[in-house]
């Protein structure tokens, strides 16, 4: 199984901005055949090194992965969340 992690800064910590953000990536939920688990967490440290929101997804292997990042639902959540964040990192790891 592959894991897919994308933890996001936003442009505006503000109410409206994190709303738009989860729901965003929420509504992937059951929309993608490869995506077998999606959870989204917003962070409660408020660290300057923090980032405010974090994607955690599963597949079942490589090709899923591939998949979902192509598949056309997911690629306006993409813009959406460049359009409310400043930055973003991720981490594909197998795990067992």
Do not use: Q
Not at 25 to 47: A, C, M, P, Q, Y
Not at 65 to 91: E, F, N
Request: a negative charge; charged letters at 25%; hydrophobic letters at 40%.
């Amino acid at each position: 199984m592959i894991k897919h992690i994308v933890m996001f800064k936003l442009k505006e910590n503000s109410a409206d901005s994190l709303d738009l953000a989860v729901s965003t990536l929420r509504g992937l939920e059951g929309k993608i055949e490869t995506l077998r688990k999606i959870e989204v967490g917003l962070d409660f440290n408020k660290s300057e090194r923090a980032y405010d929101i974090v994607l955690t997804t599963h597949f079942d292997d490589e090709a899923g992965l591939a998949a979902y990042a192509s598949h056309p639902k997911h690629l306006p959540v993409i813009d959406t969340m460049r359009s409310l964040c400043s930055s973003s990192i991720v981490v594909d790891y197998l795990i067992e």
